[in-house]
């Protein structure tokens, strides 16, 4: 079993950053982002093959989104720019293990200010 602990959410203005950080405490496959506002499903963000070399996002983040990997310190990183309101969520990690299984983060609360 792998757990996942997300960090770096907060309060933030429009137009800010922040970085999201997702610390597994084991070996992790494909690893992704996703989010989910009051009253809505939950919905993709962004995703990263293991190396890092295929990451693919939903299009309301592209270009202000970005997601990295460090699998030395088994970490996903997501850093944020250009924050809107609309961006507010609770941001949840998730990982795909080696056996299918697949596993996610407690959250951690993003909210943007207009």
């Known amino acids: 079993q792998v757990q996942l602990v997300e960090s770096g959410g907060g309060l933030v203005q429009a137009g800010g950053s922040l970085r999201l950080s997702c610390a597994a405490s084991?070996?992790?496959?494909?690893m992704g982002w996703f989010r989910q506002a009051p009253g809505k499903e939950r919905e993709f963000v962004a995703g990263?093959?293991?190396?890092?070399?295929?990451?693919n996002y939903a299009d309301s983040v592209k270009g202000r989104f970005t997601i990295s990997r460090d699998n030395a310190k088994n970490t996903l990183y997501l850093q944020m720019n250009s924050l809107k309101p609309e961006d507010t969520a609770v941001y949840y990690c998730?990982?795909?293990?080696?056996?299918?299984?697949?596993?996610w983060g407690q959250g951690t609360q993003v909210t943007v200010s207009s």
């Open positions: 990263i093959s293991r190396s890092g070399g295929v990451t």
């Open positions: 998730k990982a795909g293990v080696v056996g299918s299984y697949e596993y």
């Open positions: 084991g070996r992790t496959l494909y």
